[in-house]
């Protein structure tokens, strides 16, 4: 299974940015994906989460900011981020998630980078 997150950049405070997580080799319309992020010296933390049937999860740090979205047909999953904090820069990582913490893909690949200025 391979991951290539894509469509990070830099952007003001207040600003709106969507990502892009392209899933192959998976069975992609069957399983939990998950958006994560991650800053220099920290964990990777999830941000949202959308299940197989379709249903949203969010951290409440981005809870009615960023919404997750998926296209089945193009084994995508999406995140689209608005009023963009600078506490929201960071890298950021898909992968499908297993529930409890754990998640199912090894390599996380290289992420995209999301820079936020105040």
């Known amino acids: 299974v391979q991951l290539q997150a894509f469509g990070g950049g830099l952007v003001q405070a207040g600003g709106s940015l969507r990502i892009s997580c392209v899933v192959s080799g998976s069975d992609f319309s069957q399983n939990n994906w998950a958006w994560y992020r991650r800053t220099p010296g920290t964990r990777r933390d999830m941000v949202a989460l959308?299940?197989?049937?379709?249903?949203?999860h969010y951290a409440d740090s981005v809870k009615g900011r960023f919404t997750i979205s998926r296209d089945v047909a193009k084994n995508t999953v999406y995140l689209q981020m608005n009023s963009l904090k600078p506490e929201d820069t960071a890298v950021y990582y898909c992968?499908?998630?297993?529930?409890?913490?754990?998640?199912?893909?090894?390599?996380w690949g290289q992420g995209t980078k999301v820079t936020v200025s105040s």
């Open positions: 992968n499908e998630d297993l529930g409890r913490g754990r998640t199912a893909i090894a390599s």
């Open positions: 959308i299940t197989s049937r379709g249903v949203a």
